[in-house]
T-cell receptor, first 115, second 113 residues
Framework: EAQVTQNPRYLITVTGKKLTVTCSQN?????MSWYRQDPGLGLRQIYY???????DKGDVPEGYKVSRKEKRNFPLILESPSPNQTSLYFC??????????????FGDGTRLSIL | QQPVQSPQAVILREGEDAVINCSSS?????VHWYRQKHGEAPVFLMI?????EQKGHEKISASFNEKKQQSSLYLTASQLSYSGTYFC??????????????FGSGTKLNVKP
């Protein structure tokens, strides 16, 4: 079954404690992306990756890191989390062709609370 | 860079129609539409490319006016299952041919019996 898998689904942690949210897709997609969703602000892109070892900042990259060492995996790293990073996070993947991005497939989301 | 959606919220009775608008200050390469039910991930509805074409998906269709940098989503004879938050999304291709993606802030649609 084609899917994007995120882990964990829920996490409560404290300020400054490094954490990683994993994302894996089984559709051989080149393009992967992380979004955060906050009430009234919609989904905002944090980082995206066009392919292995090719990443770029989205709209709200401050405080986050990513890596793309393998095509299927795109982890999101918070080196020193702060309360303003409390949010709902989604990973997504898709193909990118001559006509631009194809439909994005989303993971189920990770609800992150930083105390 | 984020596209602007209007209205922010709509309440409908079953069977009524609705239009959701999406506009951008930047030239649009394409417009994507997604729907998100409460507590779930966004689900793809349709993509519109340059050319002003109109696409349809059952009783949900959309148009794209690239000159006005606007897209509209039309929901006809709404059903209870149409309730949710609708997002438009646009991509901007930079000098390196990288595709940054922007979602609008969403339109919350509530269809009542």
């Amino acid at each position: 079954e084609a899917q994007v898998t995120q882990n964990p689904r829920y996490l409560i942690t404290v300020t400054g404690k490094k954490l990683t949210v994993t994302c894996s897709q089984n559709m051989n997609h080149e393009y992967m992306s992380w979004y955060r969703q906050d009430p009234g602000l919609g989904l905002r892109q944090i980082y995206y990756s066009m392919n292995v070892e090719v990443t770029d900042k989205g709209d709200v990259p401050e405080g986050y890191k990513v890596s793309r060492k393998e095509k299927r995996n795109f982890p999101l790293i918070l080196e020193s989390p702060s309360p303003n990073q409390t949010s709902l996070y989604f990973c997504a993947s898709t193909s990118a062709g001559a006509e631009g991005l194809q439909p994005q497939h989303f993971g189920d989301g990770t609800r992150l609370s930083i105390l | 860079q984020q596209p602007v959606q209007s209205p922010q919220a709509v309440i409908l009775r079953e069977g009524e129609d609705a239009v959701i608008n999406c506009s951008s200050s930047k030239a649009l390469y394409s417009v994507h539409w997604y729907r998100q039910k409460h507590g779930e991930a966004p689900v793809f509805l349709m993509i519109l490319l340059k050319g002003g074409e109109q696409k349809g998906h059952e009783k949900i269709s959309a148009s794209f006016n690239e000159k006005k940098q606007q897209s509209s989503l039309y929901l006809t004879a709404s059903q209870l299952s149409y309730s949710g938050t609708y997002f438009c999304g646009t991509e901007l291709i930079n000098l390196y041919n990288f595709n940054k993606f922007y979602f609008g802030s969403g339109t919350k649609l509530n269809v009542k019996p």
